[in-house]
């Protein structure tokens, strides 16, 4: 029949154009993609009866990918079966535009994450659908075009899994003040329950008081769920604990269409920092390597989504401090403790670039809007970055580094940089970022480490970095694990999902 190229950054013009009333008054969704094909067919009439109902076959099980077949003409397909020529374009325009959504997300990306970066995947759509009317595929085709990451593979099953469990039962908690260790109460007695259905606590344990059983089975459940591990049920643990399989259901939905805007090829070697799960994996041939903890931006200042290519890493760095952070962190802290400018190992230069003698400086009259200076800070113990940064050059001027806060990783919820990614251990992050660049072995790290010089070491071939936001990953164990959606994100998603396409 025919060929034609409709790729990643063509989706907009596989659903271009004003939709139209086509065949059987239903409303056209790709109209431009459907018209090409048709004008480019050897036959007047795409669709046979077998390839028709194999369509309809495939819309429907496009409810496995957390999609609403009924926004792809389903109910009109249905009724237009017996009038071939009246449901033929239809049948086209319900294809495109399902394939579409299946190979780069049903949702505009940019809209959803602004600062996303990272390319779709690609296909010839029209090559594929022509394939597929020939070979006698069209009920496989649709899947075909779904991510192929394990990780994707999993959310499936387990979106099978809950809606085959939709109807079991999801006992609450009632609202109200923290549950600590001790207190008793009919609250305390609807949090075991709701623990028991859970099968982190034995019934037999429904005592209606806070005991070590039930804080222990509340800190499983608040690891499990990247919650901070106090043992103490306060909102956020309730709220999390209150979510049933509903909920679940549509934030596996949410983290599928995620997946659907990932390019195909991650990268042989690539990096995958989850800000939801506050954690950045190592992967090399699609397995995991390593998994650091990492801490993320405040949600005020929220580490933003993209992807780039780790180029380079820099032992013991000065901190070119951020003008933005200079005025609203460094300028009030200077005025309460002027002596925190050399103690903290800090340079004041003006706008010319000439070093400045702090002590000469009265910073009670600084003016925040139009602060004169750049701040850096000298390598050491006190340096904001520690001992590393990994650099992945972006707009956002953010990047994986050390801290001199280590403690911090003991929590478990930990969402307090100004936005860049603060690694632990990222040494040994370095090491593996490092194994294929020649001459920088462990030794020759730890020994520029302990020079206290700022080194610079180019990687060898640049390694990919995506940073995402998930919330229901693998747990390692086959499973899936629902973590807080600590910048509430998957509402908005969720609601575009909703919504019929137009």
């Known amino acids: 029949m025919m060929s034609r190229l409709i790729a990643g950054a063509l989706l907009a013009c596989v659903l271009q154009g004003t939709a139209q009333a086509g065949p059987g008054d239903s409303e056209m969704l790709a109209p431009v993609a459907t018209e090409?094909?048709?004008?480019?067919?050897?036959?007047?009439?795409?669709?046979?009866?077998?390839?028709?109902?194999?369509?309809i076959a495939a819309l429907q099980a496009l409810e496995g990918h957390g999609l609403d077949p009924g926004h792809y003409h389903l109910d009109a397909l249905e009724t237009l079966r017996p009038k071939r020529a009246e449901r033929d374009r239809v049948a086209t325009d319900a294809w495109m535009s399902a394939a579409a959504h299946m190979l780069y997300g049903k949702l505009d990306r940019a809209t959803f994450e602004p600062d996303w970066t990272a390319a779709g995947r690609?296909?010839?759509l029209a090559a594929v659908l022509d394939y597929a009317l020939d070979s006698g595929t069209v009920a496989t085709s649709l899947e075909q075009l779904a991510p192929v990451q394990s990780a994707y593979g999993l959310l499936k099953q387990e979106l099978a899994r809950l809606r085959v469990n939709a109807d079991e039962p999801v006992s609450s908690v009632s609202e109200g003040p923290p549950l600590k260790p001790g207190m008793t109460g009919p609250r305390v007695e609807e949090l075991q329950v709701r623990l028991a259905e859970l099968g982190l606590l034995e019934n037999a344990a429904l005592s209606g008081t806070m005991d070590e059983a039930t804080v222990a089975a509340v800190e499983v459940f608040q690891t499990g769920h990247a919650l901070e591990t106090d043992g103490i049920a306060g909102a956020s643990t309730i709220r999390v604990l209150n979510q049933g399989t509903a909920e679940h259901i549509?934030?596996?939905?949410?983290?599928?269409?995620?997946?659907?805007?990932?390019?195909?090829?991650?990268?042989?070697?690539?990096?995958?920092?989850n800000i939801a799960g506050f954690e950045v994996t190592a992967f090399e041939n699609g397995e995991p390597q390593r998994t650091?903890?990492?801490?993320?931006?405040?949600?005020?200042?929220?580490?933003?989504v993209f992807s780039d290519k780790i180029e380079y890493i820099i032992f013991n760095p000065w901190w070119e401090t951020p003008y933005s952070l200079a005025r609203a962190d460094k300028l009030p802290?200077?005025?309460?403790?002027?002596?925190?400018?050399?103690?903290?190992?800090?340079?004041?230069?003006?706008?010319?670039?000439?070093?400045?003698d702090p002590s000469t400086i009265d910073w009670n009259t600084v003016s925040s809007a139009s602060f004169p200076y750049r701040l850096r800070q000298a390598p050491g113990p006190q340096n904001a970055l520690g001992q590393v940064k990994i650099i992945f050059p972006n707009k956002y001027n953010v990047y994986l580094h050390?801290?001199?806060?280590?403690?911090?990783?003991?929590?478990?919820?930990r969402a307090f940089s100004s936005g860049c990614l603060r690694a632990q251990d990222p040494i040994d992050l370095s090491e593996w970022l490092l194994e294929n660049t020649p001459g920088w072995d462990r030794?020759?790290?730890?020994?520029?480490?302990?020079?206290?010089?700022?080194?610079?070491?180019?990687l060898a071939a640049s390694v990919p970095v995506h940073v995402l936001y998930y919330t229901a990953v693998s747990d390692g164990s086959g499973g899936v694990r629902y973590l807080d959606d600590i910048y509430?994100?998957?509402a908005r998603v969720l609601a575009g999902l909703e919504v019929a396409p137009e």
């Not at 659907?260 to 990096?271: A, E, K, T």
């Not at 650091?292 to 933003?304: A, C, F, M, N, S």
């Not at 030794?443 to 180019?458: F, H, L, Q």
């Open 36 to 55: 090409d094909f048709h004008e480019a067919a050897d036959t007047s009439l795409v669709w046979n009866d077998n390839s028709y109902d194999a369509l």
């Open 122 to 124: 690609e296909a010839d």
């Open 250 to 273: 549509a934030q596996v939905r949410v983290n599928m269409e995620r997946w659907r805007w990932l390019p195909g090829d991650l990268g042989q070697r690539h990096l995958r920092a």
């Open 292 to 304: 650091h903890l990492i801490i993320v931006g405040k949600t005020y200042r929220q580490t933003p």
């Open 333 to 356: 802290l200077f005025r309460r403790d002027p002596g925190a400018v050399q103690r903290l190992g800090f340079q004041v230069l003006d706008r010319s670039g000439n070093i400045v």
């Open 402 to 413: 050390d801290t001199p806060t280590r403690d911090l990783f003991a929590r478990s919820q």
């Open 443 to 458: 030794k020759r790290i730890d020994k520029a480490v302990a020079s206290g010089k700022e080194t610079r070491v180019d």
């Open 488 to 490: 509430e994100r998957d």
